[in-house]
């Protein structure tokens, strides 16, 4: 129950916050460039599930 309440916080929070970041100008003009970070979070999510397919795997070896 309160890991489901967290995570709806949290998406909830994620877009209230995309949502009045898009309210002021849009990504038009925005300061950092959209397609790197979504390649940096993209990234970071792979090497994250093969971290854990990894630790995993030598968790069941032992």
């Known amino acids: 129950m309160k ?3 967290l995570l709806l ?3 909830a929070l994620m877009l209230a916050v ?8 849009g990504c038009v003009n925005s300061p ?4 790197v970070v ?3 979070v993209g990234s970071a ?13 030598r ?3 032992k």
């Open 3 to 5: 890991k489901s309440l």
């Open 38 to 40: 979504l390649g940096l």
């Open 45 to 57: 999510g792979a090497f994250l599930a093969s971290a854990r397919a990894r630790f995993k795997a």
């Open 59 to 61: 968790r069941n070896a």
């Open 32 to 35: 950092e460039n959209p397609t």
């Open 9 to 11: 916080s949290a998406v």
């Open 18 to 25: 995309t949502a009045s970041a898009n309210a002021q100008t």
